[in-house]
């Protein structure tokens, strides 16, 4: 299995607080993504990484950033969490081809 | 505008027959690959077999099988032998080549129920 994990697994926190997710890889990829996963909309791209420092938008990136500082890790930021950011959460890594290897995911409630 | 279209929500089988999981695609980019996971309860996704857009022969993996269609731009998921602990949602995907992104676009996916 790829080397990759999220913390924390599952959050409970209060709308208007500031939330980061943590992904951690140890397989040296060049890509990683962070996903959210709803009922009834499968997973969509929230944000990307093409390498250290290098982020890019996604499709649902209203209210999120990123920063990836090292190649290992990458940490999405919800500035001020609000209830409609309530979601699964999933970090996955690849190379330039083929598939992508996600992570455990985290489970964010935003009450 | 690239898409996946996955037209079932929910499907049945009984226990060692086999199914077929319907998945279509969207893209105007000769180069692209087309993924299926599988999502069991417990939550993790786990990637089950990919087909590339330039491949001549349909992808294989033990019992999972993909029917690639280009032509009519399909890429259906054959489980052959159901067994119980195939019960989960299953993703088709794609992901264009052309671009500088990446990243994998999903349908809604498939609920696939094994019957005893």
């Known amino acids: 299995d790829a080397g990759i994990t999220q913390s924390p697994r599952h959050k409970v926190t209060e709308t208007g607080t500031p939330v980061t997710l943590r992904c951690h890889q140890t397989?040296?990829?060049?890509?990683m993504y962070w996903y959210r996963q709803d009922p009834g909309h499968g997973l969509r791209l929230i944000h990307y990484s093409y390498g250290v420092k290098d982020t890019d938008k996604g499709e649902v990136s209203d209210g999120y950033s990123v920063s990836r500082s090292k190649t290992e890790d990458f940490l999405l930021t919800l500035e001020s969490a609000t209830s409609s950011q309530t979601s699964v959460y999933f970090c996955a890594i690849s190379e330039v081809s083929g598939e992508q290897f996600f992570g455990p995911g985290t489970r964010l409630t935003v009450l | 505008a690239q898409k996946i279209t996955q037209t079932q929500p929910g499907m049945f089988v009984q226990e060692k027959e086999a199914v077929t999981l319907d998945c279509t695609y969207d893209?105007?980019?000769?180069?692209?690959?087309l993924f299926w996971y599988k999502q069991p309860s417990s939550g993790e996704m786990i990637f089950l077999i990919y087909q590339g857009s330039y491949d001549q022969q349909n992808a294989t993996e033990g019992r999972y099988s993909l029917n690639f269609q280009k032509a009519r731009k399909s890429a259906n998921l054959v489980i052959s032998a159901s067994q119980l602990g195939d019960s989960a949602m299953y993703f088709c995907?794609?992901?264009?080549?052309?671009?500088?992104?990446?990243?994998?676009?999903f349908g809604k996916g498939t609920k696939l129920s094994v019957k005893p």
């Open positions: 893209t105007s980019d000769p180069s692209y690959g």
């Open positions: 995907a794609m992901r264009v080549y052309g671009g500088s992104q990446g990243n994998l676009i």
């Open positions: 397989e040296n990829h060049r890509y």
